[in-house]
Nanobody
Framework: VQLQASGGGLVQAGGSLRLSCSASGSIFVFNVMGWYRQAPGKQRELLATSTRSGSVNYADSVKGRFTISRDNGDNTVHLQMNNLKPEDTAVYYC???????????WGQGTLVTVSS
């Protein structure tokens, strides 16, 4: 499967962006869909996950500000980001993980820049 992330851009602090991750095939087969980010000089950070059973989890750094949503019918995962901060500036990646076979797929990343 191929993942295509979109929706990044330049936004002022306090603003919002909505990222989308579209899959070339069904995402229902994936146990976990997630969003990560990587800032320059830093390790890739897990932000949010959505499981096939419907549970979601967030990193403390984005809890209360970011919302992940999964549309199995549309094969798309979104990340709604509100109250953005300059420290949210990073390249954002979507990930699809399948427990069976331990398969993991990554999108190409979309850049989010938050100005102060």
């Amino acid at each position: 499967v191929q993942l295509q992330a979109s929706g990044g851009g330049l936004v002022q602090a306090g603003g919002s962006l909505r990222l989308s991750c579209s899959a070339s095939g069904s995402i229902f087969v994936f146990n976990v869909m997630g969003w990560y980010r990587q800032a320059p000089g830093k390790q890739r950070e897990l932000l949010a996950t959505s499981t096939r059973s419907g549970s979601v989890n967030y990193a403390d750094s984005v809890k209360g500000r970011f919302t992940i949503s999964r549309d199995n019918g549309d094969n798309t995962v979104h990340l709604q980001m509100n109250n953005l901060k300059p420290e949210d500036t990073a390249v954002y990646y979507c990930n699809a993980y399948q427990v069976r076979g331990s398969r993991s797929y990554w999108g190409q990343g979309t850049l989010v820049t938050v100005s102060s």
